[in-house]
């Protein structure tokens, strides 16, 4: 099923891999797929990991296996950006070439996008790596592992407030133990969630708006290697 | 062998943003308990050698941090005004690991306006502590007086004074509590 509303912009990270490979399993497939420059992650574990995400969810994901890899033989076109940079002029102007008004964002990490990108009349569908608005910003999973040992996913409509959009869906995680998190957990979580907001748009013929949320928001920045030991020791994803 | 790499290089020239750090050895914190202890030996051997500080004006920061770090100290919780300041200069050294000498009364950044100087980033990591003490699960101060630690411990220990060499040694040991208290809560 092609979700003909939607396109897929995806720079080489395990994210993108996750959310590739998640919508092929559900069968719910981006229009067309937007390619951001840069560097592939060299996977060396194994090929296929399996992860109980939650009850009645577990994910396999190959890690190793790129976007393009994923979408080669589903029919679905991959054109390359124009630019690295999602705020460029240049990556705008490609973008309204595209009648797609909904884009699903796995851009680069830290990246935000500004006003000029996101007012061309296509709405953003990020999913961020922890439960906002009291976990927002950057590595929040690790906050919450540390504060009730969770890891969250929440399904948003970028806005400039920082993880701060109208809200379509979130969730808490339990940590796995013995499966990383940078590479494997935190991108399953956000793809696990990604395929509810789309199977929701299957079901309804169209995306919710959200709702904003901003009671008792925090924002965090990247946590410190010594408070992230602990959240690993907290989840037993120490090597011994 | 597990090494603590993040005070090898001067943090204030270099700084490090601490993305994706690999962090998952068993003996990660043991190798930070390390690096830290080699450096207040470090700092404890140069204060011998230190010449007494030059008498100078404290910048406009510096005095306003030194100012709420003995309010906060004394009234035993943290002021409204304490935690606002906490929490822009976290927003503002977290964004560019810079603080600078003076702001606009809005926070802005004023052009034309020098660096804070070492003894700004000596009393902010205080307030944080004070903060950290009062209100310990706001783990985010926790995390960025870490990395102020780090950018400090990252400097040649004879940079600085007498005085500051004493609350950088007492700064890395109310640190170093605050790790243990941590991580006693998981055990």
């Known amino acids: ?240 | 062998m597990t090494e603590y790499v993040y005070t090898r290089r001067n943090l204030f020239e270099a700084p490090e943003y601490y993305h994706y750090a690999q962090c998952n050895q068993a003996g990660y914190l043991e190798a930070w308990r390390n690096s830290r202890r080699d450096f207040v030996g470090a700092l404890v051997q140069a204060r011998y050698e230190a010449a007494g500080p030059a008498a100078r004006e404290a910048e406009p920061l510096e005095a306003r941090l030194a100012g709420l770090t003995a309010e906060v100290g004394q009234a035993g919780r943290v002021s409204a005004d304490a935690a606002d300041v906490v929490h822009r200069l976290v927003h503002k050294y977290e964004v560019s690991r810079r603080l600078y000498q003076r702001y606009a009364g809005d926070w802005r950044r004023l052009e034309g306006v020098p660096a804070a100087g070492l003894q700004t980033y000596l009393w902010f990591a205080q307030l944080l502590i004070l903060h950290c003490r009062h209100i310990p699960r706001d783990r985010q101060k926790l995390s960025t007086l870490l990395k102020v630690c780090d950018a400090l411990a990252s400097l040649d220990p004879a940079t600085y004074s007498a005085a500051q060499s004493r609350a950088l040694e007492a700064i890395l040991a109310a640190e170093s509590e605050l790790v243990d208290q941590l991580a006693r809560e998981f055990q």
């Open chain 1, 1 to 240: 099923m092609i979700l003909t509303d939607t396109l897929f912009l995806a720079t080489p990270s395990y994210r993108s891999r996750a959310y590739a490979q998640a919508m092929s399993a559900a069968g719910l497939l981006p229009a067309r797929v937007i390619a951001l420059p840069g560097n592939e992650p060299i996977w060396e574990g194994a090929a296929e990991i399996t992860v109980a995400l939650r009850p009645g969810r577990t994910a396999r994901f190959r890690p190793g296996e790129t976007v393009a890899e994923t979408f080669a033989c589903l029919g679905v076109p991959v054109v390359g950006a124009v630019s690295a940079d999602v705020n460029s002029v240049e990556f705008i102007d490609q973008l309204r070439t595209y009648p797609e008004p909904v884009l699903i964002f796995s851009g680069p990490g830290g990246v935000i996008v500004r006003a000029p990108a996101l007012g061309i009349g296509k709405r953003f569908l990020h999913v961020h790596g922890g439960y906002a608005p009291q976990f927002r910003g950057s590595t929040a999973f690790y906050y919450s592992i540390l504060d009730e040992g969770t890891i969250g996913a929440t399904a948003l409509w970028l806005t400039e407030v920082l993880d701060g959009g109208p809200i379509l869906d979130r969730r808490r995680y339990e940590p796995v133990p013995g499966i990383e998190i940078d590479r494997i957990q935190d991108p399953l979580a956000r793809a696990d969630l990604l395929v509810d907001v789309l199977e929701g748009r299957q079901r309804e013929g169209r995306y919710p708006d959200g709702a904003p949320d901003g009671v008792d928001a925090h924002t965090y920045y990247v946590i410190h290697p010594v408070l992230k030991h602990v959240a690993l020791d907290r989840t037993g994803l120490l090597q011994h």
